[in-house]
């Protein structure tokens, strides 16, 4: 098959801090060297994409450079034996995206060591709704209960509830049977987030405990950290004895401050979750539960479907924290 152009999202550097991004035409040859080369189908927007789409050189070092750290479709030419041409498959995180060209593309080229087969029970759209949102949810969740997260245990705190990995770990929590609390700045998307199976919705203003207190009453069996900062302490200092926190993002801030008492005096557990470099054959097992055990029934409540032409505007809502749910990109127009 000949393949003349394709279309890409572009981010070019202007120089003076400033950043331009254009749906350009590419070639084959502007990819990177790689054993597998896919037709993207799918992928989707994720927060680390819009710092990369906006210059941050702390995610992407040199430009011009197409952002997208997930992309589902259809093997084209593969130097690997294990993956043949027309296999579908997933690829998210590891460098894609970051400083390999990424997933905002029509076509890919990544090593093999990055390619997940499409597990049955999922179609390629569904794959690209969680995304690496969804992979984050599920690794949190995992490690929850991995640390002894039980149904019965009580409510589990979901923060930055109506972003990507929030919504989705609200989405898969309640598909287990959790209780969720789903804590969120957008109280108009009460009914979205109770849709998803929140059993309770709460202003994010709630969860702020500036005191200096070290502990604070005890609620939550356990918690989905999307936000990180202020959010984060006044969980950790407010989960129950031997609950677990998972921690993943860093929305409001990167600084952590908390005593050492919920640790010492509740026995809590902080979890890091890094779903980037989480090696490929556990990410197969998650992706297995989310195809199956875990698949949740809300893809189309879930998401939001643009094609590469609208992606600007969603980066710039995304920015400003006023995205609900997950955005996917079709790229086969
Ligand atoms: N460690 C990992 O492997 C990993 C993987 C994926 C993502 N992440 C990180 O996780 C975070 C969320 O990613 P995402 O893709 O879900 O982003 P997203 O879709 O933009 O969601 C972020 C959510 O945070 C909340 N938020 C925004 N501004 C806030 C503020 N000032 N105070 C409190 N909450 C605020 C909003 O939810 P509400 O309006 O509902 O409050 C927003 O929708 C990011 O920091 C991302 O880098 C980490």
Redesign the pocket.
Known sequence: MKIETFKALVVEELGDKQFKREVTPRKLSDLPDGDVLVQVEYSSL???DTLSATGNKGITRHYPHTPGIDAAGWVVESRDKQIKEGDQVIVTGYDLGMNTAGGFSQYVRVPSGWIIPLPTGLSLKESMVYG??GL?AAMSIHKLELNGLKKDAGEVLVT???????SMAVAILSRLGYQVVA????LKEKEFLISLGAHEVMD?EELKDPSAKPLGKKRWAGVVD??GGE?LTTAIKTTMDEGSVSC?????STDLKSSIFPFILRGINLLG????EYPLSRKVVLWDKLADPWKIDSFDRIHTECGLDQLNGYIDQ?LK?Q?TGRIVVRLDT
């Open positions: 994720n927060y680390k690496t949102a984050t930055g509830a109506t972003g990507g990995v929030g804590s969120t700045g957008k994010r999307t936000v959010t993943c993002g860093m929305v409001t979750i890094s779903s980037a995304m924290g995205i």
